[in-house]
């Protein structure tokens, strides 16, 4: 169970409308990298996770992520929020705009829509966290990417911020990935599933 503060991690206040920024920024919600598959890869990973320690870490990063897509959409809304057609026709925005108005709804900046595709939970911890580790670096590349073409600094400091937490997740995964390797047969933890094949655990987890 969660308790929910009603705050953003990191302030949200921006002043111009830009539609053209949320049509970049909205990757971060719905997009192969996005806060949404995040959350739900690392909530979804949690179960079958066999260090209790490591499952407890996808539970707390799964639900900071959920923070951070309330952040994302957070800029999305205040970008948008105040939109005219004709900005929106000019900003390249009117085709999001016919489908959906002003509301969120997950996609890629390319236009591609979330899917369950978007986030893997495969059921072994080594396969699990190394994908988690590879996500956190896609994600980050993905914030400086937005860093370097948004110029706009109500926009700038709340990626940045979000930027920084994606480093700090790839060093508890990568952490996380030691703990899980400490605990296993160090000759054999490639060639099993760990959470499957209980048999090569060398001690309690």
């Not at 969660?2 to 997009?31: D, H, M």
């Not at 996770?49 to 539970?59: A, I, Q, S």
């Not at 900005?87 to 829509?113: E, M, N, R, S």
Request: charge should be negative; proline fraction near 5%; include cysteine.
């Amino acid at each position: 169970m969660w308790t929910y503060e009603k705050r953003l991690q990191f302030p949200v206040n921006i002043k111009n409308t830009c539609p053209k920024t949320a049509s970049l920024i909205i990757s971060q919600f719905g997009g192969p990298d996005g806060e949404l598959a995040a959350s739900m890869r690392y909530l979804s990973q949690r179960y079958s996770m066999p260090c209790k320690e490591v499952g407890g870490l996808l539970t707390d990063i799964g639900t900071e992520e959920l923070g951070h897509l309330e952040m994302v959409c957070s800029i999305i809304y205040q970008l948008t929020k105040n939109l005219t057609t004709e900005q929106a026709k000019t900003a390249g925005f009117d085709v999001y705009y016919i489908d959906h108005t002003t509301a969120l709804w997950p996609t890629a900046a390319a236009g591609v829509p979330f899917n369950a595709c978007e986030f893997q939970s495969k059921g072994d911890a080594i396969t699990d966290l190394i994908e988690d580790l590879a996500a956190e670096q896609k994600a980050r590349t993905t914030y400086d990417n937005l860093i370097r073409v948004i110029t706009d600094p109500d926009v700038r400091e709340p990626l940045k911020f979000l930027r920084a937490r994606e480093v700090v997740h790839f060093q508890r995964f990568g952490e996380a990935l030691e703990n899980i390797k400490t605990t296993l047969n160090p000759k054999n933890y490639y060639y099993y599933n760990p959470e499957f094949d209980k048999q090569f655990v060398k001690k309690e987890m």
